[in-house]
């Protein structure tokens, strides 16, 4: 078993996006191990995408991500942090296959819907940065 660390964006929050994205994880037999609906400050953002501090994108990344409530989520499953990404799509919406989350839903490069952690050690950074041991129940 493996678990990652996933967020509906705020994009995907406001356009009603939730429902839909639940049912494809769910479909994939993925199990919902921990959630939470919360809206992030711009300290609580900024250390969660830390790693792109000095990118270009940072400050309006930052501002997106703290634009409205998102939804915060560990999954659970056999090698979850991959099939969690193959299901999300790549990060460009316009480069991202129909059937993926962020290619039938993706507005831009910026507001792709959602999030998912790209290794083993960012999936266990990113679940202990939202998450104590006990909201996790799977
Ligand atoms: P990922 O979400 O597919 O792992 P990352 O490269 O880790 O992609 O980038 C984190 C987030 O930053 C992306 O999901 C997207 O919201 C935003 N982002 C990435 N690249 C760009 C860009 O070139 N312009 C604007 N926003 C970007
Ligand atoms: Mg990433």
Known sequence: MEQTFAIIKP???ANGLVGEIIKRIEEDGIRLAAMRLTRLD???AEGFYYVHRSKPF???LIDYMTSGPCLLMVLTAPDVINRWREL?????PDEAPRGTIRGDMGLNIERNVVHGS?????ALYEINYFFRGTDIVV
């Open 11 to 13: 994009d995907g929050v």
């Open 42 to 44: 711009r300290r609580r």
């Open 58 to 60: 940072f400050s309006s």
């Open 88 to 92: 999300m799509g790549p990060t460009n």
């Open 118 to 122: 790209d290794s083993p050690q960012s």
